[in-house]
């Protein structure tokens, strides 16, 4: 039977002496005591309330509704508020899921030669308004690195059940991520870069609103913005009143995080109406509302693959029908006075341009009376 030389030997006995020492050194660290249980370790603390026990249900059952609504649901010529050989802009209804809208995008599609159909930008289920659909790879590529790089100006119009705010216009700079129980929620600005429970990491968020109207009126003009930056303990809240007015308001948000205008409503003391996960008015007046009163005004952006737009050359999407009555029948002039929990709805007809400048670009554009919006 052969035996090992010397030189391996010895190396041999060397490496199994590492190995051992390694082991007992792990084993000594793993018994030795924490400051804190393992349950309890330094994570992050989000700021934000989570969700109420009852959304669980209600979420589900709109969630459903949602699912049969959207299997039935295709794109018309109605829908498109823009389109091209690359791109095309629709307005996605609420209660629709994204998936529904692209897969009946080919119905609709002028002549193109190009058929690889992507969503470029994602809505909530119960979140209505403007999306982009790109016609190939290579234009969704584009502005996939457009929306990383925040090169898309967006902004939506919220509804909201709350007390009055303090101010005409202010900026929230916080943190965003996910609680140990799944919950996106709002955390402090100071936490961004932290890991928390499940190993993703708290990210930047960072929102500008403006105040549209409070019960039908405009706010008077300020030139003033406040900016709040989100620190530790309970949320500042930035509201007067009752917490019984209609407040409307228009976000832009700065990144783009996921049920981020929500998150940032709910802190403000604003939290969107029919938004029952954020704590939002889901009933009011002996009604009860079936989604969240949120809706992607417009999406503004330099054309991928045209190039070389100047500050008029902007493609500008705006579609501004929120739907505030949540029925299929609604009409466009809903009287107040009709009874106590009737309101009136009173929309400018829409007023839609669409042309080229001097440059050849396509712009469509949508315009609305936000003053009466809502009631």
């Not at 391996?8 to 006995?13: A, C, D, E, K, T």
């Not at 490496?15 to 330094?42: G, V, W």
Request: proline content about 6%; some cysteine; hydrophobic content about 35%.
């Amino acid at each position: 039977m052969s035996t090992a030389s010397p030189p391996l030997l010895v190396r041999n006995l060397l490496s199994a002496k590492q190995n051992t020492l390694f082991r007992q050194l792990h084993i000594k660290a793993m018994e030795a005591p924490h400051d804190l249980p393992i349950t309890d370790l330094d994570y992050p603390k989000p700021i934000s309330a989570p969700p109420p026990p009852i959304s669980k249900d209600i979420e589900l059952k709109r969630a459903i509704e949602a699912s049969s609504k959207s299997t039935l649901f295709n794109l018309t010529t109605d829908h498109v508020l823009y389109q091209d050989e690359w791109l095309m802009a629709v307005n996605k209804p609420k209660g629709v899921y994204c998936e529904s809208v692209l897969s009946s995008a080919p119905n609709i599609i002028l002549d193109s030669s190009l058929n690889e159909f992507h969503l470029a930008n994602r809505l909530d289920r119960d979140t209505s308004g403007v999306m982009l659909i790109t016609k190939s790879h290579k234009v969704a590529a584009k502005l996939v690195k457009a929306f990383t790089e925040h090169k898309i100006r967006k902004s939506y119009i919220a509804l909201s059940i709350a007390p009055s705010p303090n101010w005409s216009k202010i900026t929230i700079k916080s943190g965003h991520g996910r609680s140990k129980h799944g919950a996106w929620r709002v955390y402090a600005a100071l936490d961004v870069g932290k890991v928390l429970p499940g190993g993703s990491f708290v990210r930047d968020m960072e929102t500008t609103f403006e105040v549209v109207s409070i019960n039908g009126e405009n706010p008077q003009p300020s030139e003033s913005e406040s900016i709040i930056v989100v620190e530790g303990g309970e949320p500042e809240l930035s509201c007067v009143g009752d917490g019984d007015d209609v407040v409307v308001v228009r976000a832009f948000p700065q990144s783009g995080r996921t049920h981020q205008i929500r998150l940032h409503c709910q802190y403000l003391g604003i939290p969107i109406r029919g938004d029952v996960k954020y704590h939002g008015m889901y009933k009011w007046r002996g009604r009860t509302f079936e989604g969240h009163e949120l809706h992607a005004e417009s999406l503004s952006l330099d054309h991928p693959i045209t190039g070389n737009i100047d500050a008029e050359g902007e493609l500008e999407f705006d579609c501004s029908s929120l739907d505030t009555n949540d029925s299929d029948n609604e009409s466009d002039d809903v009287d107040l006075n009709t009874s106590e929990h009737d309101r009136s709805v009173k929309k400018t007809s829409k007023a839609a341009t669409k042309g080229q400048n001097k440059d050849g670009i396509v712009f469509l554009k949508d315009t609305f009376n936000s003053s009466t919006l809502f009631y």
